[in-house]
């Protein structure tokens, strides 16, 4: 049944949050929740939260603001790795 919903819907519906013990992840992520998506939290930069600032002042990443605080639409996150990764096969 599993197998079917994926395929019809989609394999990333069914995304679980990395450091979530098995959370499925929300469509609309935190600023925290998204540092732990694209996993800036491993091995990564010495500060997330300005990493992400530089994402979004070069244009490489939307947020979207919700009352005072912005949201990363889990969408937005996956166009955002295939941009990255598109840009590095063509570097290497």
């Known amino acids: 049944m599993k197998a079917r919903l994926e395929a019809s819907i989609g394999y990333e519906a069914f995304s679980v949050l990395p450091g979530s013990q098995g959370q499925l992840c929300p469509d609309l992520l935190t600023e925290e929740e998204t540092i732990r998506f694209l996993r800036l939290d491993v ?20 947020a979207t603001r919700v009352g005072k605080r912005l949201r990363y639409q889990r969408k937005e ?16």
């Open 77 to 92: 996150l996956l166009n955002f790795l295939n941009r990255l990764t598109e840009r590095t096969e063509k570097h290497t």
């Open 43 to 62: 091995e990564g930069p010495n500060n997330p939260q300005k990493t992400l600032r530089y994402y979004r002042e070069q244009g490489l990443l939307k």
